[in-house]
């Protein structure tokens, strides 16, 4: 079976996030890097944006909801954000990695990665 996906790279967002005190009254950079089950054979057959899943629409959402959340955990964001996309996109799949640069400054990058919907 064919899974066609749009993606999302990179991209960096400023947020308040953390479990501790410190964290509660600084933003902190997520990047987050996103796919999405997307069946680009009808957007391609008319090269028309109206039924493309529009990269750069989802971009400017997930940087609205980050502009919002409050949350302490990485979990929490990517559960929360999956949710939201998929229900205003109309996303049946995607697969969400949530990277906290800087988190444990002996790594490069940690975080979280979720699946969610049916491919
Ligand atoms: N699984 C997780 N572990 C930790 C998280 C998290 O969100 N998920 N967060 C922290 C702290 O906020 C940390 O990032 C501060 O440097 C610790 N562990």
Do not use: H, S
Request: hydrophobic share 50%.
């Amino acid at each position: 079976m064919n899974l066609d996906k749009v993606f999302i790279e990179g991209l960096e967002v400023d947020t308040v996030i953390g479990v501790y005190d410190w964290e509660r009254g600084i933003r902190q950079c997520l990047r987050l890097d996103l796919e999405c089950g997307w069946d680009v054979r009808a957007p391609a057959a008319g090269d028309e944006l109206a039924c493309a899943l529009d990269y750069a629409a989802v971009a400017a959402r997930i940087q609205a909801f980050a502009g919002e959340a409050r949350f302490q955990l990485v979990e929490t964001f990517a559960e929360r954000l999956a949710g939201v996309l998929m229900a205003e996109f109309g996303i049946a799949w995607l697969r969400l990695r949530l990277t906290k640069p800087g988190a444990v400054p002996a790594a490069a990058g940690v975080g979280v990665e979720i699946e969610r919907g049916c491919r």
